[in-house]
């Protein structure tokens, strides 16, 4: 079985300043990691995943997450955040090809950009 | 690629009536996947499909609950004798094979009065 847990319900950033969000995964094997990110009425969109090749993970719009096996974690960033990114950001962790791939998603970040 | 879609969008309800909810993924994706989210919360595995096959079931979903693919095409979701507990967004994703991307749609978000 597979878990994710992020660290923070909340996060409020200003414009231009970098934007950290914090997951942590907990898996029985090698996992298949991703960072989605949910804007107001709008699907799930794919900001990057981790599928054990390069462990630093470049995605779109500027963000990035780093896969570290020894600290269970697949923090995302950005270095400079701008009004567009406020929304809603799920760590997820894939299950075993075998098992369909299910996914399980953390209980997201809400990410607020001031001016 | 026109991408996932769902409909309908928003579907509200009075406690005790039947719903169904349709999914139509992207064509050449032989898997078919639906997830429910509360509000506050992240988006929980109900089932998925292989083709027309479905493969697994999660405990969230009751006898209430039914799901198909026909024709390995597009998925309905049916919920029997509405609660107010099933209200939340209902959203469909798909995907190849492997281990894939899974590509979701808009959702369906569900109010039940």
């Known amino acids: 079985a597979q878990s994710v847990t992020q660290l923070d319900s909340h996060v409020s950033v200003s414009e231009g300043t970098p934007v950290l969000l914090r997951c942590n995964y907990s898996?029985?094997?090698?996992?298949?990691l991703f960072w989605y990110v949910q804007h107001p009425n709008k699907g799930l969109q794919l900001l990057l995943k981790?599928?054990?090749?390069?462990?630093l993970v470049k995605g779109i719009n500027g963000f990035e997450a780093e896969f570290k096996k020894s600290e269970t974690s697949f923090h995302l960033t950005k270095p400079s955040a701008h009004m567009s990114d406020a929304a809603e950001y799920f760590c997820?962790?894939?299950?075993?090809?075998?098992?369909?791939?299910?996914?399980?998603f953390g209980g997201g970040t809400r990410v607020l950009v001031k001016p | 690629d026109t991408g996932v879609s769902q409909n309908p969008r928003h579907k509200i309800t009075k406690r005790g009536q039947n719903v169904t909810f349709r999914c139509d993924p992207i064509?050449?994706?032989?898997?078919l996947y639906w997830y429910r989210q509360t509000l506050g919360q992240g988006p929980e595995f109900l089932t998925y499909?292989?083709?027309?096959?479905?493969?697994?079931k999660s405990r969230l979903l009751s006898d209430r609950f039914s799901a198909e693919r026909p024709k390995g095409s597009f998925s309905t979701l049916e919920i029997q004798r509405t609660e107010q507990g099933d209200s939340a967004m209902y959203l469909c994703?798909?995907?190849?094979?492997?281990?894939?991307?899974?590509?979701f749609g808009p959702g369906t978000r569900l109010l039940v009065l």
């Open positions: 994703a798909s995907s190849l094979s492997g281990p894939a991307t899974q590509y």
């Open positions: 898996s029985s094997y090698s996992p298949s």
């Open positions: 981790y599928t054990s090749a390069a462990t």
């Open positions: 997820v962790v894939s299950g075993l090809e075998a098992a369909g791939n299910k996914l399980t």
């Open positions: 064509s050449e994706h032989n898997r």
């Open positions: 499909f292989q083709n027309e096959a479905q493969l697994e």
